[in-house]
């Protein structure tokens, strides 16, 4: 595994980086545990149309705890319809650009370096409040649902009702008549299925 960076070793929890060589070495007094370095393109790659997906870390690497996933959303265009999770809390962190947010009746704009906490039972929406591209890192806990992101892209530009079951499947209530609405309000494009 390659690393770009020329700083010399250090030590990173079980791992020892050695970013001259470029390589990643198990520690070998406390090799036991799978530690791993995450590169920007490593992940499985979902595509939604305006917004793209990297899912990085997932249930099974962190024994249910949490998942993250780096999101990329085009300029001035919604990620999601309004939607209400009923088991998952996220918390999204602007790496670049500027991430819009309904949070229930409240709106926000976070600009790089800010997180956004959005609990479960709260009905809520993101979208790209720039003119340039969105990246963020979203943090989900518990992990699972990772794999409804991975759902959704296998049945991308399907039948709704596919993703009505999948919406079931996850605990997930989604108002897709809020589309149009979120769209003329806040001057969006949004991909649709």
């Not at 799978?34 to 939604?48: A, C, E, H, Q």
């Not at 999101?71 to 918390?91: F, G, R, S, V």
Request: with cysteine.
């Amino acid at each position: 595994m390659k690393l770009q960076s020329n700083t010399s070793k250090f030590n990173h929890g079980k791992c020892i980086l050695d970013h001259k060589l470029g390589n990643v070495m198990k520690n070998s007094e406390d090799n036991k545990a799978n530690s791993t370095v995450i590169l920007p393109n490593d992940g499985d790659y979902l595509d939604f149309g305006g917004s793209d997906m990297y899912a990085k870390i997932g249930s099974v690497d962190t024994n249910g705890r949490f998942s993250v996933a780096h999101e990329i959303i085009a300029p001035k265009t919604l990620a999601a319809p309004l939607h209400y999770h009923q088991n998952e809390d996220e918390y999204s962190y602007v790496i670049k650009g500027r991430l819009g947010v309904l949070l229930g009746d409240e709106v926000v704009e976070a600009e790089p370096g800010t997180w956004v906490f959005k609990p479960r039972h709260q009905w809520h929406t993101y979208w790209n409040a720039g003119d340039t591209l969105c990246h963020m890192i979203e943090v989900i806990s518990p992990a699972g649902f990772e794999n409804f992101f991975r759902e959704v892209a296998e049945v991308f530009d399907s039948d709704i009702k596919l993703l009505e079951q999948l919406n079931e499947k996850y605990g997930l209530k989604m108002n897709l008549e809020s589309v149009p609405e979120l769209c003329e309000r806040f001057g969006l494009a949004f991909s649709e299925m």
